[in-house]
């Protein structure tokens, strides 16, 4: 892990930066820092933070292993600040030293809780006395915002997640690793993989820091011991990789979705507008340095199926699908909200390329009923993510009401197209009723379809799906499973009243909307004239 650009930094008489870390990875920086240190800058490096009773020197020892000494001459008075005195200790420290000071940027962080005046002074004015000193000092943290009087003194540096090409690098030391541990248990580990497997598991953690990574191998290695004592890595651990990386997503707030299972009905110029940018994903466009496209904005009634849409947008792309759930990563702490989206915005460009999809967008960033700013901050990071990033990373944002949106969002621009998903047109339910009807088992003949299309205007994709479950339900419960009449299908009907005739004012808001949105299916001008079906009522539709 490459950390020159900090090391240039505090050898050109810098003697503060701030390095943003993964806190799974806070062991391995500080060794690597550790390490080029001592070979680059020949410095010795220091730890501290509040969990520590004192300062410890960082030693890596030839295994590679972290150390760390306590150093004698840190004697803190029981009645002096712990912060403040190792500020102390350090401007008075006699010799060349990095210090890596853990956790301490809430004290001078921008709009925290914790910040301290004192401490804020003591900070900039060691900025000041250690220029033209040897001695340096690395906040070390996650979530760093300095405050406003420290962001023009001290540079800020991030650990990005690692690439797949690094993570291919990482494996083979970890695979060593566990030789020689099953080796020292009297067991006998055994590798199956082939190159192009080897990659398929790299790509498969992509997403987690290299220590994650090395606790997975570590797991999931230790219940595929086989009776004789043997452990076997193979291609089963590529399954096993992405069922883990599912659970630790999760605890952030980023669901890793499948594909959709059920094809959607109509929407042809949404399937047309995806289509042409299919390739654009691929290694070919990228060589040719072709700009990735960043996104789309799905806004539509309740129950047209936008969720089920981007699913198939995963499908049609063939890109893993990454659902952000903002409401789970909202903390009570200042600035923890900003950075727990932030750290999820860098895990999703990790995998790219990718879809992340971002559900009823309006209600996390509307700002509605928040006077601490979140939302804004929120919506900022995500704007700002979505104008710089290069990797692939498709933003699929879907919204019930547009009008709730902030204007930043939704303009022309912020997403490669705004798309108004309408009500199904007439044939468009005739295709979503097939599409529910056969999932059943239920072969349906195209006139049975098109008369009870005509006779479900107003509805939704859901509602379609719940009629074409319901009558599948009451064939059944009259012994004629899979024998599902028209006028099954014509009872059913009568019992649904559509959102849209429930909430008729709200729906034709959001067409005033459409007007400025692009359609995502051809035009319908009128549904056709209902057809008569009392002729046709207790007609088998197998």
Known sequence: ??????????????????????????????????????????????????????????????????RFKPVSQYKRPAHIDPLIYIFEYIENFDGVGVFILGDVHPFVGKNSPQLSWEILSRVKNLYHRLKLTDKR?????????????????????????????QIQEALPFYLEDLRQSASDQDAVLTINLSGEQMESLARAVLGLTLEEIRDFLRLTLKGSRTAQGEWIIDSGFISKAVEYKTRMLKQMGIELGKGATIPF????????????????????????SLPQPKGVLLAGPPGVGKGLLTKNIANILNLPLLQLDIASMLGSLVGESEGNVRRALKTA?????????????????????????????????????????????????????????????????????????????????????????????ISVEDEYLEAIAANTAKFS??????LASEAALLAFEQNRPQKVTLGDLEECRQTITPLAIQDAAAVEKMREWAKTARAASTAIAQDQPAKSIRTARHRNMN
């Open 461 to 466: 994709g859901a509602e379609l799906e719940t």
């Open 1 to 66: 892990m490459s950390l020159n650009n900090l090391l240039v930094t505090i050898d050109s008489q810098i003697p503060i930066a701030a390095l943003e870390v993964l806190a799974p990875e806070e062991a391995t920086i500080i060794a690597c820092l550790t390490s080029q240190a001592n070979q680059k800058l020949d410095s010795p490096v220091y730890f501290w933070n509040l969990g520590v009773a004192g300062l410890e020197q960082c030693i890596v020892g030839a295994d590679g292993d972290l």
């Open 265 to 288: 009905g109509g929407l042809d110029l949404l399937r047309e507008w995806l289509n042409r940018r299919k390739r654009l994903f691929t290694q070919q466009a990228r060589l040719l």
């Open 137 to 165: 000092i690395v906040f070390l943290g996650q979530n760093i915002q300095l405050h406003e009087s420290l962001v023009r003194l001290i540079p800020y540096f991030e650990i990005a997640l690692p690439t797949v090409e």
């Open 349 to 441: 460009e990790a995998i790219a390329p990718c879809i992340l999809w971002v559900d009823e967008v309006e209600k996390a960033l509307s700002g509605q009923g928040d006077t601490s700013g979140v939302s804004q901050r929120i919506l900022g990071n995500i704007l700002t993510f979505m104008s710089e990033c290069t990797a692939g990373v498709f933003v699929v944002a879907t919204c019930n009401d547009p009008s709730a949106l902030p204007s930043e969002l939704k303009r022309k621009g912020r997403f490669d197209e705004n798309f108004f998903v309408d009500l199904p047109s007439q044939p468009e339910r005739a295709q979503i009723l097939r599409i529910h009807l056969e999932r059943f088992g």
